[in-house]
């Protein structure tokens, strides 16, 4: 069975104070794994893919990273609106469905 | 980006009525979508795949009779809520894909708050 574990269960960063959030996966086989960001009471929003291990996204003040085992969520410098709760997820090898499986998330405040 | 539009945003109904809510794609085909559940601090949790013109796939433990899912078009997505309890209160959110390999797009959510 598919497992997403992410930690820390919440983060609380000063601005510019930057940091990194963790997501371990267990799967048969990697198609992708997902980073999302959630804003209370709004659907995920997209933010990275990767596919193979030793990749690497970034976008601004994010950056993202993959291992055979986990993946990591680099912030650099945050600022107050990067407060929000990050979801990883992990797409298995294609099925019938191709269906994601969602850790937890890591709810993230950053403070003035 | 691809935009995927959920209506309504909330919905607080009585005990035992039923409850729809619509999920399009606003600029792309959806082969497939997705509904998820979350309760709150919790992640999402995959309630059903839904596939354009065949039956939804139901995760284990999720009542195929209770929740109703309808794909009858490219762009269309519904589910139903049928009688609905207060345990039924939650945070419904649809997500759609263009191709088997694609990042998933997800909408706003609805929440839904059973009296």
């Known amino acids: 069975e598919d497992q997403v574990t992410q930690s820390p269960e919440a983060l609380r960063l000063q601005e510019g104070e930057s940091s990194s959030l963790n997501c371990s996966y267990t799967?048969?086989?990697?198609?992708?794994l997902f980073w999302y960001r959630q804003d209370p009471g709004k659907g995920p929003e997209f933010l990275f893919t990767?596919?193979?291990a030793g990749e690497e996204k970034e976008k601004e003040r994010l950056k993202a990273t993959l291992t055979k085992k986990e993946s990591f969520l680099h912030i650099t410098a945050p600022k107050p609106e990067d407060s929000a709760t990050y979801l990883c997820?992990?797409?298995?090898?294609?099925?019938?469905?191709?269906?994601?499986?969602f850790g937890t998330g890591t709810r993230l405040q950053v403070t003035l | 980006g691809a935009v995927v539009s959920q209506h309504p945003s909330w919905v607080i109904c009585k005990s035992g009525t039923s409850v729809k809510i619509e999920c399009r794609s606003l600029?792309?085909?959806?082969?497939?979508m997705f509904w998820y559940r979350q309760f709150p601090k919790q992640s999402l949790m995959l309630m059903a795949t839904?596939?354009?013109?065949?039956?939804?796939?139901?995760e284990q433990g999720v009542e195929k009779d209770k929740f109703l899912i309808n794909h009858a078009s490219l762009t269309l997505s519904t589910l139903t809520v049928t009688s609905a309890h207060p345990e039924d209160s939650s945070f419904y959110i649809c997500?759609?894909?263009?191709?088997?390999?694609?990042?998933?797009?997800f909408g706003s959510g609805t929440q839904l708050s059973v009296l």
């Open positions: 600029d792309f085909q959806a082969t497939t």
């Open positions: 997500s759609a894909r263009r191709g088997t390999n694609e990042k998933l797009f």
């Open positions: 839904s596939n354009e013109g065949s039956k939804a796939t139901y």
């Open positions: 990767l596919y193979s």
């Open positions: 799967v048969s086989g990697l198609r992708g």
């Open positions: 997820a992990v797409q298995a090898s294609p099925g019938t469905a191709s269906k994601l499986t």
